[in-house]
């Protein structure tokens, strides 16, 4: 119970770290709304919408970076999970969430990650950003990928 509460304290700090972090990177930014992360980051360009959603949902664990928190939050740049699972496993985990734990790049996660969007639009916006951010060149999801998901709540 103790370790629990533990976990449940530093996901907090390290939530808030993200969040500060989150707002001076927008600060700095300000001059063009539309450059999310940084010039370079192609992906805000052709998914505006995807990183304005992972600026304001997945940051604050995720990081702006996309390399999370090492033994917290799995990270997204250079994810072979994010690389291999079909797209319809990604919507999944923006839409549900996942509690089982997973791996990413040999590491263990087994912290849950809470449900983020609620309509397949926003879904499919994010993956697309993270599935092309920070040099990753993972493809492309579209709103047929979705088809038949639950949203489970
Ligand atoms: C509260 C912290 C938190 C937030 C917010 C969050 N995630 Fe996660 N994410 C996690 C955790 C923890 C895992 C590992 C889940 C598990 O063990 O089941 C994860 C796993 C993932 C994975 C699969 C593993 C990987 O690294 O490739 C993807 C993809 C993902 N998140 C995308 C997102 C996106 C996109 C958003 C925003 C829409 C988001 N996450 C918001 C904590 C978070």
């Given at each position: ?10 996901a ?12 001076l990177?927008h600060?700095?930014t ?13 992906a805000?360009?052709?998914?505006p919408?995807?990183?304005k ?12 970076t996309?390399m999370g928190?090492?033994?917290?939050f799995?990270?997204?740049k250079g994810s072979?999970?994010l ?7 990604l919507?999944e985990?923006?839409l549900n969430?996942s509690?089982?734990g ?8 087994s ?7 609620d309509?397949y639009?926003?879904a499919?916006a994010?993956?697309n950003?993270i ?6 060149n ?7 990928d979705a088809?038949?998901?639950k949203?489970?709540r």
């Amino acid at each position: 119970m103790k370790k629990l509460s533990l976990i449940v304290i530093m996901a907090g700090l390290i939530m808030f770290a993200g969040k500060s972090y989150a707002y001076l990177a927008h600060k700095t930014t300000s001059s063009n709304e539309t450059v999310y992360v940084a010039s370079a980051d192609n992906a805000a360009v052709k998914y505006p919408k995807g990183a304005k959603i992972f600026k304001e949902k997945c940051a604050a664990c995720h990081q702006l970076t996309g390399m999370g928190v090492p033994g917290a939050f799995p990270p997204l740049k250079g994810s072979d999970f994010l690389k291999s699972a079909t797209k319809a496993r990604l919507i999944e985990q923006v839409l549900n969430g996942s509690n089982e734990g997973l791996t990413v790049n040999g590491v263990k996660y087994s912290i849950p990650m809470p449900p983020q969007v609620d309509n397949y639009s926003d879904a499919v916006a994010v993956i697309n950003y993270i599935l092309n951010a920070w040099g990753n060149n993972y493809g492309k999801a579209t709103l047929a990928d979705a088809k038949g998901i639950k949203i489970k709540r």
